[in-house]
Nanobody, 121 residues
Framework: QVQLVESGGGLVQAGGSLRLSCAAS????????MGWYRQAPGKQRELVAA???????NYADSVKGRCTISRDNAKNTVLLQMNSLKPEDAAVYYC???????????????WGQGTQVTVST
């Protein structure tokens, strides 16, 4: 079984910064892509940023220049540094990872439980 656990959400003033962390644990052989998604009330879940095992990154246009995604393959962790936060960044942020577990032959999609980010004006 594989688990993703996020941390680092909270309340921040507009213009401030937060760093989200996600740690994957369990029977992990390898992790391919990892990413962060967010979902605001009444809206669909959307990609914020993703990173391949090799370090290639992809960002939503709305966060380019303000967010940085990084990962530590040895620790099975992914970070999202968010700067210059805006009220529209407020959402529940979810960690996502494509994991190959021991005994499996293909990657499966796993999600964390979500962490709330609130941005005050």
């Amino acid at each position: 079984q594989v688990q993703l656990v996020e941390s680092g959400g909270g309340l921040v003033q507009a213009g401030g910064s937060l760093r989200l962390s996600c740690a994957a644990s369990g029977s992990i052989f390898s992790i391919n892509n990892m990413g962060w998604y967010r979902q605001a009330p009444g809206k669909q879940r959307e990609l914020v940023a993703a990173i391949s095992r090799g370090g290639s990154t992809n960002y939503a246009d709305s966060v380019k220049g303000r967010c940085t995604i990084s990962r530590d393959n040895a620790k099975n962790t992914v970070l999202l540094q968010m700067n210059s936060l805006k009220p529209e960044d407020a959402a529940v942020y979810y960690c996502n990872a494509y994991v190959i577990a021991y005994g499996d032959y293909r990657s499966k999609d796993y999600w964390g439980q979500g962490t709330q980010v609130t941005v005050s004006t």
